[in-house]
């Protein structure tokens, strides 16, 4: 998987994003992903993740993915 394809999915599903960063930390299976975006003022921090699980439904489901970090936050001060 590569993380070219991984940001383009995340992009897709945070157009508004002021973030997205994906960092391969090896074996092309593991990655850390960042998501700074409105979206996710008020939500929790499980919230948040479900939304980045959900866009990254595909590769995570065909085992493309095998450990994702994640670190997301909203743009609300």
Do not use: C
């Not at 499980?46 to 970090?69: F, T």
């Amino acid at each position: 998987m590569s993380t070219e394809r991984l940001q383009t999915l995340l992009q897709g599903a945070f157009p508004n994003a002021s973030e997205v960063k994906v960092i391969d930390r090896g074996g092309g299976d593991h990655f850390e992903v960042r998501v700074t975006d409105p979206a996710f003022d008020g939500l929790t921090r499980i919230q948040q993740h479900k939304l980045v699980y959900e866009a990254l439904d595909e590769p995570w489901s065909d085992g493309s993915i095998h450990e994702l970090r994640i670190n997301t936050k909203g743009t609300a001060s």
